[in-house]
C-alpha cells in the first residue's frame, strides 16, 4: 500500500515538468503520461457576488452635480486609534474609499494623505503585498498628475482584491468591501436632500439590490467571528433596505433588446422608489453603523 | 525518513505549479479579455477570472446602474473548447403568498340533534373517544429569487463581447458554461484531467451613457 501511494505521488510530482515540456521535441510516450494522470480539484459549480467599486459610485455623483464635502470622511489622523485586527481591517475599507473619494473630486493633496494612510494600513493588516513594486512606481511617476489619481486609486483598490483573492482570504475582502460600501453610502446618503427623482436618490435607493449582493457574498464567510459580527449590523440596514419597494417602470417587463438607434438597452422591470420617510430611516442607520466603525 | 523527504519534495513539485496557474487564472481578465478602444470605459472592479474545468457552469452575480453603460468581454483558454455559452439573466427577490398546509390529530366530540357540540353538565365539550384529522391553512409570505434570461451568446454566434445601456439599476447573472464533461472516470467524479481545465475570465467596463444629441437652452 505504502509502495502505490509512493507511485502515485511519484506520478503526480513528474506530471507538471511533463506538462510545461509537452510542447518541446521530448518522446511521444511522455505525453502519453500527461494524459494518464489526473489532478484533484474541487468540484466547481459556483456562484460569485461582486460588489461595484466605490469609485463607481463617486464619479456618478460627482457627474450628478453634488459637491465635494471635506467634513464627511474619516480624518487620516485618526488612523493610529484603530489598534484591533478587526478595526483596522474596517477602517481600512473606510480610508479605501475616503481615497477614491477625494481622487474622483480631484483633490490632489487630500489623495495623497489618504493614499499614505492606506498604504501604511496595508501593512498593518498584513496585505503589503498587495502594494508591489510595480504598482508603487507607477503611483510615483503619476504623482504630479491631477488626472491619473482616480487612475492611481483604482489600481490600488483592485491590486488589493487581486492580492486577498490570490491569498484566499476572502473573509477579509469581504470586511474590508463591505467598509467601503458603507462609508460610499454614508457620503451619499449625507451629500443629498431628499428629493423625489433625484438621480443621487435613485443610486442610494438601488443600494438595496448592492446589498443583497453584499449579503450573499458575506454569507460564503459566515463561520468567521469579525464577518458573522459585521453581518449583524448590515442584517438591520437590510432590514431598513427591505422596506422600500419596487414599482414597474413600464408596462412590459424587463428586456435587454436593440432600440431604434440599433444600441442594447437593458430597460423596463422595475425599479426601487424610496420615499422620505425611508431615506431618513436609511441615513439614520448608515450612519448609525459607520460611527459603530469610525468611532 | 528517506522516503519522507521524497514524498516532501514531490508534493512541493505538484502544488507549486497548481498555485500558479490558479494565480495565473485570477488576473486572466486583465491579460486576455480585449478592453474596448473606446477611451471612455474605464475597468469596473465587478470583473472575474476563475479556473473551469469542462462541463462546468459558474454564475457572477453584479450589479449595473442606471445611466451608464456597460461592456463585456469573455475571453478564455483554449483548452475549454472554442463555443463556450455566456447568458445573462436578471435575478430578483420576489416576495410570494404560499398556503401551507398543517394536519393535526385531534380528539372528536359529540354532537347534540342541531349538529352542535354537546357539552356535559360542567359545560365541558364531551369527547367520544375517537380522534379525528384537521386540517390547518396558512398563508405565509415567503421571499422566493426569481430568473429572467435577457440574453443567450448561443443564439448570438457564440459573441465573446456584449455592449448596452442600463434604463433601470438591476442584479444581474453572468452564467458561463464549459461545453463536454470531464472525461474523469465514473467513479471519480471529483479527479479530472489537467487538459479539462482552464481559466475563464469576464472583463467588465463601464462608463457613464452619453448624451446624445444637443443638450442645453438654445437659441
Given at each position: 500500500?505504502?509502495?502505490?501511494?509512493i507511485?502515485?505521488?511519484?506520478?503526480?510530482a513528474?506530471?507538471?515538468?511533463?506538462?510545461?515540456t509537452s510542447c518541446?521535441?521530448?518522446?511521444?510516450?511522455e505525453?502519453v503520461?500527461?494524459?494518464?494522470v489526473e489532478?484533484?480539484?474541487?468540484?466547481?459549480?459556483?456562484?460569485?457576488?461582486q460588489?461595484?467599486?466605490p469609485?463607481e459610485?463617486?464619479?456618478f455623483?460627482?457627474?450628478?452635480g453634488l459637491?465635494?464635502?471635506?467634513?464627511?470622511?474619516n480624518?487620516p489622523?485618526?488612523?493610529?486609534?484603530?489598534?484591533?485586527?478587526?478595526?483596522?481591517t474596517?477602517?481600512?475599507g473606510?480610508?479605501?474609499?475616503?481615497?477614491?473619494y477625494?481622487?474622483?473630486?480631484?483633490?490632489?493633496?487630500?489623495?495623497?494623505?489618504y493614499?499614505?494612510?492606506?498604504?501604511?494600513l496595508?501593512?498593518?493588516?498584513?496585505i503589503?503585498?498587495a502594494?508591489?513594486e510595480?504598482l508603487?512606481?507607477?503611483?510615483?511617476?503619476n504623482?504630479?498628475?491631477?488626472?491619473?489619481?482616480?487612475a492611481?486609486s483604482?489600481?490600488?483598490?483592485f491590486?488589493?482584491i487581486?492580492y486577498?483573492e490570490e491569498?484566499?482570504?476572502g473573509?477579509?475582502l469581504?470586511?474590508?468591501?463591505?467598509?467601503?460600501?458603507?462609508?460610499t453610502?454614508?457620503?451619499?446618503?449625507?451629500s443629498?436632500?431628499?428629493?423625489?427623482?433625484?438621480?443621487?436618490?435613485?443610486?442610494?435607493?438601488?443600494?438595496?439590490l448592492t446589498?443583497d449582493?453584499l449579503m450573499?457574498?458575506?454569507?460564503k464567510?459566515?463561520e468567521?467571528?469579525?464577518v458573522?459580527e459585521?453581518?449583524?449590523w448590515?442584517?438591520?440596514l437590510?432590514?431598513?433596505?427591505?422596506?422600500?419597494s419596487e414599482?414597474?417602470?413600464?408596462?412590459?417587463?424587463?428586456?435587454?433588446?436593440?432600440?431604434e438607434?440599433?444600441?442594447?438597452?437593458?430597460?423596463?422591470?422595475?425599479?426601487v422608489?424610496m420615499?422620505k420617510d425611508?431615506?431618513?430611516t436609511v441615513k439614520?442607520?448608515?450612519?448609525?453603523?459607520r460611527?459603530k466603525?469610525v468611532? | 525518513?528517506?522516503n519522507?523527504k521524497?514524498?516532501f519534495l514531490?508534493?512541493?513539485?505538484?502544488?507549486?505549479?497548481?498555485l500558479a496557474?490558479a494565480?495565473?487564472?485570477?488576473?486572466f481578465?486583465?491579460?486576455?479579455c480585449?478592453?474596448?478602444d473606446?477611451?471612455?470605459?474605464?475597468?469596473?472592479?465587478?470583473s472575474?477570472s476563475?479556473?473551469?474545468?469542462k462541463?462546468?457552469?459558474?454564475?457572477?452575480n453584479?450589479?449595473v446602474?442606471?445611466?451608464?453603460?456597460y461592456?463585456?468581454?469573455l475571453?478564455?483558454?483554449q483548452t475549454l473548447?472554442s463555443q463556450?455559452?455566456?447568458?445573462?439573466?436578471?435575478t430578483?427577490?420576489v416576495?410570494?403568498?404560499?398556503?401551507?398546509?398543517?394536519?393535526t390529530m385531534?380528539?372528536?366530540y359529540?354532537?347534540?340533534?342541531?349538529?352542535e357540540?354537546a357539552?356535559?353538565?360542567?359545560?365541558?365539550y364531551?369527547p367520544?373517544?375517537n380522534?379525528?384529522?384537521?386540517?390547518?391553512?396558512?398563508?405565509?409570505t415567503v421571499v422566493?429569487?426569481?430568473?429572467t434570461?435577457?440574453y443567450?451568446?448561443?443564439?448570438?454566434?457564440f459573441?465573446?463581447?456584449?455592449?448596452?445601456?442600463v434604463?433601470t439599476t438591476?442584479?444581474?447573472?453572468?452564467?458561463?458554461?464549459?461545453?463536454?464533461s470531464?472525461?474523469?472516470s465514473?467513479?471519480?467524479?471529483?479527479l479530472?484531467?489537467?487538459?479539462d481545465m482552464?481559466c475563464?475570465?469576464?472583463?467588465?467596463?463601464?462608463m457613464l451613457?452619453?448624451?446624445q444629441g444637443?443638450?442645453?437652452?438654445?437659441f
Amino acid at each position: 500500500m505504502k509502495k502505490r501511494n509512493i507511485l502515485v505521488v511519484t506520478l503526480l510530482a513528474v506530471s507538471p515538468y511533463l506538462m510545461y515540456t509537452s510542447c518541446s521535441d521530448d518522446k511521444p510516450q511522455e505525453d502519453v503520461n500527461v494524459e494518464q494522470v489526473e489532478e484533484v480539484v474541487k468540484e466547481r459549480n459556483e456562484s460569485f457576488y461582486q460588489i461595484p467599486a466605490p469609485d463607481e459610485m463617486f464619479s456618478f455623483i460627482k457627474n450628478s452635480g453634488l459637491t465635494y464635502n471635506k467634513s464627511l470622511i474619516n480624518s487620516p489622523q485618526k488612523s493610529s486609534t484603530y489598534s484591533t485586527p478587526m478595526e483596522q481591517t474596517l477602517i481600512f475599507g473606510v480610508y479605501s474609499a475616503d481615497l477614491a473619494y477625494t481622487a474622483s473630486y480631484e483633490e490632489f493633496n487630500e489623495s495623497i494623505k489618504y493614499f499614505a494612510t492606506v498604504q501604511k494600513l496595508a501593512e498593518s493588516i498584513g496585505i503589503s503585498g498587495a502594494f508591489n513594486e510595480e504598482l508603487m512606481n507607477n503611483i510615483k511617476n503619476n504623482l504630479d498628475k491631477p488626472e491619473q489619481l482616480l487612475a492611481n486609486s483604482n489600481d490600488s483598490y483592485f491590486s488589493v482584491i487581486e492580492y486577498l483573492e490570490e491569498n484566499e482570504q476572502g473573509n477579509k475582502l469581504g470586511i474590508i468591501a463591505s467598509a467601503g460600501w458603507i462609508e460610499t453610502v454614508y457620503i451619499v446618503a449625507n451629500s443629498i436632500d431628499y428629493k423625489k427623482n433625484s438621480d443621487a436618490l435613485q443610486r442610494l435607493a438601488d443600494q438595496k439590490l448592492t446589498l443583497d449582493n453584499l449579503m450573499l457574498y458575506l454569507e460564503k464567510y459566515g463561520e468567521d467571528e469579525n464577518v458573522k459580527e459585521l453581518m449583524v449590523w448590515l442584517k438591520e440596514l437590510e432590514q431598513t433596505f427591505d422596506a422600500l419597494s419596487e414599482e414597474n417602470t413600464t408596462s412590459s417587463g424587463i428586456s435587454l433588446k436593440k432600440n431604434e438607434g440599433g444600441k442594447m438597452v437593458l430597460g423596463g422591470g422595475s425599479s426601487v422608489v424610496m420615499t422620505k420617510d425611508q431615506f431618513t430611516t436609511v441615513k439614520s442607520k448608515i450612519n448609525e453603523i459607520r460611527a459603530k466603525i469610525v468611532k | 525518513m528517506k522516503n519522507l523527504k521524497n514524498i516532501f519534495l514531490a508534493f512541493l513539485t505538484i502544488v507549486l505549479p497548481i498555485l500558479a496557474s490558479a494565480q495565473y487564472c485570477n488576473t486572466f481578465h486583465t491579460k486576455y479579455c480585449p478592453p474596448s478602444d473606446n477611451g471612455m470605459y474605464t475597468l469596473n472592479g465587478q470583473s472575474k477570472s476563475a479556473l473551469f474545468s469542462k462541463g462546468q457552469t459558474s454564475e457572477l452575480n453584479v450589479i449595473v446602474y442606471k445611466g451608464q453603460d456597460y461592456r463585456i468581454s469573455l475571453c478564455f483558454d483554449q483548452t475549454l473548447g472554442s463555443q463556450i455559452t455566456f447568458k445573462v439573466y436578471e435575478t430578483k427577490k420576489v416576495k410570494v403568498e404560499k398556503v401551507i398546509e398543517t394536519k393535526t390529530m385531534e380528539d372528536e366530540y359529540q354532537k347534540d340533534e342541531n349538529g352542535e357540540l354537546a357539552v356535559d353538565e360542567w359545560g365541558a365539550y364531551i369527547p367520544t373517544g375517537n380522534q379525528v384529522e384537521v386540517v390547518n391553512k396558512e398563508t405565509i409570505t415567503v421571499v422566493e429569487k426569481q430568473k429572467t434570461l435577457l440574453y443567450d451568446n448561443s443564439q448570438d454566434g457564440f459573441a465573446t463581447e456584449l455592449e448596452f445601456s442600463v434604463e433601470t439599476t438591476r442584479r444581474l447573472i453572468f452564467e458561463v458554461s464549459i461545453p463536454g464533461s470531464a472525461s474523469g472516470s465514473a467513479t471519480k467524479s471529483k479527479l479530472m484531467k489537467s487538459s479539462d481545465m482552464g481559466c475563464v475570465g469576464i472583463l467588465v467596463e463601464h462608463m457613464l451613457t452619453p448624451i446624445q444629441g444637443f443638450k442645453g437652452t438654445g437659441f
